[in-house]
């Protein structure tokens, strides 16, 4: 098992690439703290993970407060006696999420609060709990628009990943020699309800898929996957990344007939 005797954090883990990774992470043998907004969810997520055999407790937690972050990772060491492993994945897209001139500056505040502020705290709390446990990975959602821009408008969304990137970057520098590893894990386009709900017409589903070389939108669990590489001993070698998958949209200026 690639993460045998190891404890992993994931926040907004009651769904999508969270909800995944959670179920993945377990069955390799982690165990899992699952973080979530969402009560039920969560809860739900822990039941699959127990009915599977694997081990994992729930922590609800809003991460744009400092106080459920601090008792996230609280959760995890007083749970299981330490943290190995940081997945913060929390985030949002808002439906009103457009460009410059009508984005409500509420919808671009929020969105940074969550997105950016979100995995800000969980560092700000996590990486001494890593440290305590004499080192980990750090694995934080950004997103393909980190590296281009999106084909639909989502200005606060796409800043807020850029910022993810940049801070997933800096935070490696730093943690380099603590034996921290801090990675941007960047999805493309992704069949999950949180892209579904955004791209809400066929014409903005087929905006999208024509710049992806694959010609589908990814799966979640193909995300989790990823993850899980940048989880386990087999990436102790790589920090400071933009981990892409994402069909090639990134590496394609036109798309294959």
């Not at 822990?46 to 937690?61: C, F, P, Q, T």
């Not at 940049?166 to 921290?180: D, K, P, T, V």
Request: contains cysteine.
């Amino acid at each position: 098992m690639r993460l045998k005797d190891k404890v992993a954090l994931i926040t907004g883990a009651g769904s999508g690439i969270g909800r995944e990774t959670a179920l993945l992470f377990a069955a390799e043998g982690a165990a899992v703290v699952v973080v979530d907004v969402n009560d039920a969810a969560g809860q739900k997520v822990v039941g699959e993970i127990e009915a599977a055999g694997g081990k994992a407790v729930y922590a609800h937690a809003d991460v744009s407060k400092a106080a459920d972050c601090e008792n996230m990772v609280k959760v995890a060491e007083q749970t299981y006696g330490k943290l190995n492993i940081l997945f913060n994945n929390a985030g949002i897209s808002h439906a009103d999420d457009d460009n410059a001139v009508t984005t409500e500056e509420s919808v671009w505040d929020l969105t940074m609060e969550i997105n950016v502020k979100g995995v800000f705290l969980g560092c700000k709390y996590g990486i001494p709990a890593l440290q305590r446990a004499g080192g980990g990975s750090i694995i934080n959602t950004a997103s393909f628009v980190a590296i281009l821009g999106a084909a639909t408008p989502q200005l606060a969304y796409t800043a807020s990943k850029g910022a993810v990137l940049s801070m997933s970057r800096e935070l490696a520098m730093i943690h380099a020699r603590q034996n921290i590893r801090v990675n941007a894990l960047c999805p493309g386009p992704l069949r999950t309800e949180l892209l579904m709900k955004y791209l809400n017409t066929e014409e903005k589903k087929q905006r999208r898929l024509v710049h992806i070389p694959m010609g589908r939108f990814g799966e979640a669990k193909e995300i989790a996957y990823g993850a899980l590489y940048l989880a386990s001993d087999e990436s102790s070698f790589v920090t400071g990344t933009e981990f892409l998958v994402d069909g090639g949209i990134t590496a394609a200026y036109v798309t294959p007939e």
